[in-house]
Nanobody, 123 residues
């Protein structure tokens, strides 16, 4: 079992930045690929970014590529999502997710989920 707790969401103006954190706990948390997904009101949960257990592999959805960076600190069992140049369309609840080993971009491939943290970007 892996438990995930997100933090760092909030209200920010267009063009601002936020850093989301996700603390993972559980015996095998460091062996998991970790991902970020988001869900806006009335929309499906969508992939944002993911990182392999080693940190060597990262992938992003096109809409955040170049504006966001995913990273992880395995000593702290924490994954981060640095988001810059935020836009109103980034407004959503952001979820951290974990799966064994390999990076995937489909939500059904992830086994563990956090409760989410709200990000609101005002125009």
């Amino acid at each position: 079992q892996v438990q995930l707790v997100e933090s760092g969401g909030g209200l920010v103006q267009t063009g601002g930045s936020l850093r989301l954190s996700c603390a993972a706990s559980g015996r095998s948390a460091s062996n998991c690929a970790l991902g970020w997904f988001r869900q806006a009101p009335g929309k499906e949960r969508e992939f944002v970014a993911a990182i392999s257990w080693s940190g060597d592999t990262t992938t992003y959805t096109d809409s955040v590529k170049g504006r966001s960076t995913i990273s992880r600190d395995n000593a702290k069992n924490t994954v981060y999502l640095q988001m810059n140049s935020l836009k109103p369309e980034d407004t959503a609840v952001y979820y951290c997710a974990a799966r064994w080993q390999w990076v995937r971009t489909t939500k059904s491939d992830y086994d563990y989920w956090g409760q989410g943290t709200q990000v609101t970007v005002s125009s």
